[in-house]
């Protein structure tokens, strides 16, 4: 079969390509190893982790938060079972809606492995043995990524796991390590600790979030410590030996020989993604990796072989889902002779626990690095009379703005509901919006959004109202 366009990998970055390449009047396939669309996002990423994490948050609000509300309950027991069957039927029903979408926009599905003939031609691998060939000037690599799991580590699927195994766990753990303290390691970690897991942190950095903001850090380390999590900062994991029924692991304090170990019922692996191109045929269309394994790309996503372009998190770049969503869509109008555009520095990151991590822009310390003079505000969420309501008061906002400009380089926010509220920051750092105008905004009340407001004015001429 022959196709304008042809995507391997039907993640964000790549569903979400192939529907915008039909709506611009190309004849487009996609091609997912698996027998369900939607990728790593979908199946065993975003979705069924958010899915567990709010289970798991009523959890813990009707065990901690419900008696201070008023609210009287008898007993409460966790149902994993149902917990995991909820979560697979938000998988199934999301997964469904992007079949859907291929359907509405008429795009052709093929479910086996994609790998290269030619620089145009693709052969997809399929579960009977089958295979068949297709064809198209221009193909998207959009296949994701996978879990690192290093050789010591003995990664088994078992009791040492990673997030795919971790979301299928259907008997709360007495005890678990995680080895990281990033994005996966923190969310998958409070879901269990607030249904009574006990939960150690093993992170060879000194705190946790590396990259983030480091107020904002500390804010939520302080509630994650509240929640029972206990932390080895600057420490790394050595050896993992697993049984049938545990896992034991061997930790080492950075730059010393001490050492100790830390029973478990299971290991988490939780320390960072690699690109997923294995058995992708990149040779036999002579397509360039970087050092790091990622597929090298020009300006307009395309590799060093012309047609072939690679997105999400196959390339540099933050591992986002919504960074691949926008790169597809990139890709998709750059074939249509538009003149389409990405300001990577806008794209923010978030942290699922709760209270949530958000973030948009610069961080102080790459202000710093780049030698940019700046002011800073910041709001705690104590001074918020909406926060006090909902007992959500761990947290605040930090705006970043230019000593002489006004503009707003960066804003991180710890708390309740930073998820949703960063949107402010990024629609008004695209406009190149100044921390007066965020200050002048008029925000509602009680709303949490009014921390924002605050530590802009804050940052404007160190004004707030309310503190």
């Known amino acids: 079969m022959q196709y304008d366009v042809i995507i391997i990998g039907s993640g964000p970055g790549g569903y979400v390509c192939a529907i915008r390449c039909a709506q611009l009047g190309m004849k487009t396939a996609i091609i997912e190893k698996y027998n369900t669309l939607g990728g790593t996002c979908l199946n065993v990423g975003c979705i069924p982790s958010k899915a567990l994490l709010d289970s798991s948050e009523h959890y813990h609000n009707l065990t901690h938060t419900f008696d201070e509300h008023g609210i009287k309950v008898g007993s409460a027991k966790v149902d994993m079972p149902q917990m995991i069957k909820r979560k697979d039927q938000v998988v199934s029903q999301t997964c469904d809606g992007v079949k859907y979408l291929m359907d509405k926009n008429k795009i052709t599905v093929y479910h086996g492995h994609g790998s290269f003939v030619s620089p145009t031609e693709v052969s997809i691998a399929k579960d009977d043995g089958k295979t068949e060939k297709i064809t198209a000037p221009k193909i998207v690599i959009a296949t994701g990524s996978k879990p690192v799991t290093p050789e010591a580590f003995k990664y088994d699927k078992k009791r040492v796991i990673t997030s795919t195994e971790a979301l299928n766990i259907d008997k709360v753990p007495k005890k678990m390590v995680i080895v990281g303290a990033g994005v996966i390691g923190l969310e998958l970690g409070s879901v269990f600790a607030r249904l009574g897991t006990s939960i150690e942190v093993v992170e060879f950095q000194n705190r946790i979030l590396a990259g983030m903001d480091k107020d904002c850090a500390k804010e939520l380390q302080k509630t994650l410590k509240k929640l029972g999590m206990k932390f080895h900062l600057s420490h790394m994991v050595t050896d993992v030996k697993a049984t049938s029924k545990s896992a034991k692991v061997i930790v080492q304090k950075r730059d010393s020989e001490e050492t100790f170990e830390l029973d478990a019922d299971y290991c988490l692996i939780a320390i960072g993604r690699r690109p997923y191109t294995s058995k992708l045929g990149l040779d036999k269309a002579g397509i360039a990796v970087d050092d790091r394994g990622r597929i090298a790309i020009d300006h307009h996503m395309q590799t ?142 009680p709303t949490y959004t009014e921390a924002t407001k605050e530590a802009a004015l804050a940052a404007t001429e160190n004004r707030p109202l309310h503190i």
């Open 304 to 445: 060093n072989v012309s047609g072939i372009y690679a997105i999400g998190d196959v390339v540099k770049g933050a591992m986002l889902a919504h960074k691949a969503e926008e790169e597809g869509i990139f890709v998709a109008e750059h074939l249509a002779g538009q003149i389409p555009h990405i300001n990577y520095n806008l794209i923010p990151g978030v942290v699922y626990t709760w209270p949530e991590v958000a973030a948009v822009g610069k961080t102080e310390e790459q202000l710093k690095e780049e030698g940019i003079a700046y002011k800073v505000g910041k709001f705690p969420y104590k001074a918020l009379g909406r926060a006090r309501a909902s007992m959500d008061i761990a947290g605040l906002v930090k705006v970043l703005a230019d000593k002489t400009t006004d503009e707003v380089l960066g804003v991180h926010m710890c708390g309740a509901r930073a998820a949703d509220m960063i949107m402010e920051a990024v629609a008004l750092m695209e406009f190149r919006g100044s921390a007066e105008d965020m200050a002048r905004i008029s925000h509602p009340h």
